[in-house]
């Protein structure tokens, strides 16, 4: 469309396929959002260090793995900024995961289960132009 | 009521479906996450993957309903099948098509549906991945394109199966 702002980008990174191609469908069509998805945190970390994002969703794991990934991105390790917005995806965190969490300052945790419709409204949030918020907003749908 | 109409491709239509060879097969997983994944997202009781065969409609995948099959005339499904996007009804008892349909005035009392047609090929619809509850709802745009996006799911499945994938 002539004179219109390009799509905002979002690096989702989700494990889950059915999950994953449906929130990344769906966010294309209603929040028309560039979505680039993924399911390795290797193949995200090769994305963020060769691609500009203005958004990213991250499913951590069990093992608090993708918390290593955000930890490139905060530190500079990357191209994109150190405070891309950012939401976290989790199955369950304990009060010590919780406290690593908030030293990175996601923008929001969500806590499975949680339903496509609710992602799709944290992406909105994250594409959002405006500073970072600080510290994290714990959800869970 | 109105009874579901029969498509002007409907030999056609039928060619697609039984070149499937999926009628009367047993449940598969592949299908059964998608039914799942669609009832907790959505929040209804039943969500079925209907297949609209020429006198009845068959549910490969089924979750809320213990019947395996019903007549096609009384369907939802068969309207559902003529459409392209999702044919939703927010409350049978508001539609005249549907407010004396034996379906919504014994079990399983269909107060609201939402289908969206499985279009394997352009004018090509076997059936539905559909929503049912007994309690009237709104469904919105973005309701419209999740349940979208969960039918180009179960198509790509039917093609995957198809292909022996």
């Known amino acids: 469309m002539p004179g219109s702002a390009p799509a905002k980008r979002l690096l989702l990174v989700e494990p889950h396929s059915l999950f994953r191609s449906t929130l990344a469908n769906v966010a294309r069509q209603l929040a028309r959002v560039d979505v680039q998805e993924t399911s390795s945190l290797d193949a995200a970390r090769v994305a963020l260090e060769t691609q500009r994002f203005d958004g990213l969703m991250l499913n951590i794991g069990d093992d608090l793995a993708g918390l290593d990934t955000l930890q490139l991105l905060r530190d500079g390790s990357t191209i994109n900024p150190k405070n891309l917005p950012t939401a976290l995806l989790a199955e369950g965190v304990d009060q010590t995961s919780i406290d690593r969490i908030r030293e990175m300052s996601p923008k929001r945790l969500l806590l499975m289960p949680f339903k496509v419709r609710t992602a799709l409204e944290v992406i909105s949030e994250l594409m959002e132009p405006g500073p970072m918020e600080a510290g994290a907003t714990f959800l869970r749908a | 009521m109105l009874n579901a109409p029969t498509p002007l491709n409907e030999p056609d239509r039928l060619k697609t479906l039984l070149d499937l060879l999926i009628l009367d097969t047993p449940p598969e997983q592949r299908f059964d996450r998608i039914i799942e994944f669609a ?127």
């Open chain 2, 39 to 165: 009832r907790d997202e959505f929040d209804v009781p039943t969500v079925l993957l209907s297949l609209v065969d020429s006198e009845r409609q068959w549910f490969k995948s089924r979750v809320g309903l213990d019947a395996c099959e019903t007549p096609r005339s009384i369907s939802f499904c068969g309207h559902a099948i003529l459409q392209r996007e999702p044919f939703v009804i927010e409350d049978t008892l508001e539609d005249p098509r549907f407010a004396d349909n034996p379906l919504v005035t014994g079990p399983p009392h269909i107060r609201f549906y939402a289908g969206a047609p499985l279009e394997l090929d352009p004018g090509m619809s076997v059936g539905t991945l559909c929503l049912i509850s007994p309690e009237p709802r709104r469904f919105d745009a973005t309701d419209r394109a999740i349940l979208t996006a969960l039918r180009d799911a179960v198509v790509q499945e039917l093609r995957n199966r198809k292909a022996g994938a």
